[in-house]
């Protein structure tokens, strides 16, 4: 049978390789049906490098969640794309499935689909396909790595799932999987703003190098977004950085880990120190009252605004600290991640058999 794209062409983006081997599956199927197909990586490629898609081609866009949509790299790809005529798409979201026996858990997709959908919308494209896709955890900032059988277990769980996704889109059906969830999406959506908001940028400034770096570079060369630098011979990420977790889970020293004892004590201290010089302020002009100004939320807002500059000045000052060795073994012990228990997240390699686009 004559497939109904002549072209198939995915884009993805991922951290630690989750979305990576989905793309792959998916370009395996669409080779095997028949059609051209070429996987590109996001991070290498610049929108104005991209050619609006000829007639008879399917676009894929493949993305893990971060913070219930898509990380901020790609939302700016989808921005930037540019518009089409006669073309369909489809989007695909790793997320952090859950193994408990023989119960497979799905993830959490708040906004990805809806607002992905809506922008590609708005550039000519037909959604002909949205499909969440239950891969392992990777958020080793807030959860041991999930350990070799059930990575095994969960692959193997989603793998052919993927595959029948695929198998059906290419060939001209439509499958809406991702909004069977809308509910859940419903009510996590505000979440997805304060993650935008605040979120990622405190988990941007929650990574450190132990004295275990031996500067090899790996990490800043292979960042996908140019977030990391060397500050005083010392690794150091700017907000740029999207806790995609590929240095962490890629370091060969094992040296990159989340500073807990930093983000909680730190966080901790700084809201407090905070609050009391607001509360001081308040004093010295005792008009500005905000409970009768019936805007008792306005407190919290200025304390979060007037919080974030002043953590970011404290990440400084710990990366300043760390090269006493004293306050390196504070740090670096106060991090879970440190221990050996909590291991580390890759994805396997489920390309091997794949058929090179
Ligand atoms: C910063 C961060 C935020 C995440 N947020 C979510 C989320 O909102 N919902 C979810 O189900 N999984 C979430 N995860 C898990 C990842 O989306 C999931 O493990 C994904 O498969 C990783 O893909 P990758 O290996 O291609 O990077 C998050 C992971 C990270 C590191």
Known sequence: MEPKYH?????????????KNTAFWVGDEAKRQGAETKIINIAKIQNKEIAPPS??????????????HFPEI?????????????CDAFLMNTRAGLRIGNLFLPG??????YWSSMVLKRK?????????????????????????RGIGLIYRNVEPKVRRFAVKIING???????????????????AVLYILFGRYFLAKSFIASSDCDMCGLCEKSCPVQAIKQVDHRMFWTIKCESCMKCMNDCPKRAIETAHGFMFIG???????????????????PFVDFQILGMEYAKSILITILFFPIFFMGYRAMHWLMRFGLF??????????????????????????????
């Open 7 to 19: 072209k198939v062409v995915i884009y993805y983006f991922s951290g630690t390789g989750n979305a």
């Open 55 to 68: 007639e008879n081609t399917l676009i894929g866009f493949i993305s893990p969640t971060h913070g219930f």
């Open 74 to 86: 790609v939302r700016r790809f989808l921005i930037g794309f540019p518009e089409v005529k006669n």
């Open 108 to 113: 959490l997709s708040g906004v990805s689909h």
């Open 124 to 148: 000519g494209f037909k959604i002909v396909g949205l499909f969440p896709v239950d891969l392992p955890s990777n958020w080793l900032s807030f959860h041991p790595a999930v350990r070799k």
């Open 173 to 191: 059906k439509t499958s809406y999987r991702a909004l069977y969830d809308i509910v859940q999406d419903a009510l996590i959506a505000p979440v």
């Open 267 to 285: 966080s901790l201290i700084i809201s407090s120190i905070v609050t009391y010089l607001i509360d001081q302020i308040l004093t010295l002009a």
């Open 328 to 357: 390196e073994r504070i740090f670096v012990f106060s991090s879970r991640t440190k221990y050996r228990f909590w291991g580390r997240y890759k994805a396997p390699n489920r390309r091997k058999n794949a058929i090179r686009p």
